[in-house]
């Protein structure tokens, strides 16, 4: 299992060096071959590595989930209207955990699997229930990325709309009753 926690600035060295995707081939006269998984992959890593920038602004939240070998998973946020309504800017498992499976209980889950279950848990953490019933997650997800677009739509997540190459997805997630 892996250790959740929210980043501090001394993990920047840490997540300057997470790896999530592989080094692109090239092809004989030398242009890269690149497909829109790793094309995405390669937005997530450069986005962790070079994206979060410490100290965080308010209302950023970079979740880290570590195992024995360092960050393994990273999910970076912000609030658009508090935290009841945020953006996923970047959710990435490392280059080592990518296809491994784990048992939870009686479950078969993927790290993805895991980490957008932590991320939506911190979400629902972080709002007073007296005040909020619900929080709505939205997040952009290259229009090629495929594995991507099944992991949110497993989770809930509605598709809404594509512009530009890019797909729109959405979720409400329910505080529970108090």
Same mark, same amino acid.
């Given at each position: ?82 935290? !009841? &309504?945020?953006?996923?800017?970047? =959710? /990435? ?9 784990? +048992? ?48 949110? !739509? &497993?989770?809930?997540?509605?598709? =809404? /709309? ?9 979720? +409400? ?6």
């Amino acid at each position: 299992m892996l250790d959740w926690h929210y980043a501090s600035d001394g993990e920047y060295a840490d997540l300057a060096n997470f790896v999530c995707a592989e080094t692109p081939g090239r092809d004989a006269a030398g242009h890269l071959q690149m497909n829109g998984v790793l094309r995405s992959q390669l937005v997530a890593q450069t986005g962790i590595r070079d994206g979060i920038q410490f100290p965080l602004p308010r209302d950023e939240h970079v979740l880290i989930g570590r195992d024995q070998h360092g960050a393994a998973a990273v999910a970076w946020w912000c609030e658009l209207a508090g935290p !009841q &309504r945020v953006k996923l800017l970047v =959710m /990435a498992v490392s280059l080592r955990l990518r296809g491994c499976k784990i +048992r939870v209980g009686s479950q078969v889950k993927t790290y993805g699997d895991l980490l957008i279950e932590e991320f939506e848990s911190r979400l629902l953490e972080n709002v007073d229930p007296a005040l909020v019933r619900c929080v709505s997650a939205y997040c952009v997800i290259d229009s090629d990325n495929g594995p991507s677009q099944r992991l949110v !739509q &497993r989770h809930g997540y509605y598709y =809404m /709309a594509e512009t530009d190459g890019h797909q729109e997805w959405w979720t +409400r997630l329910d505080l529970p009753e108090v």
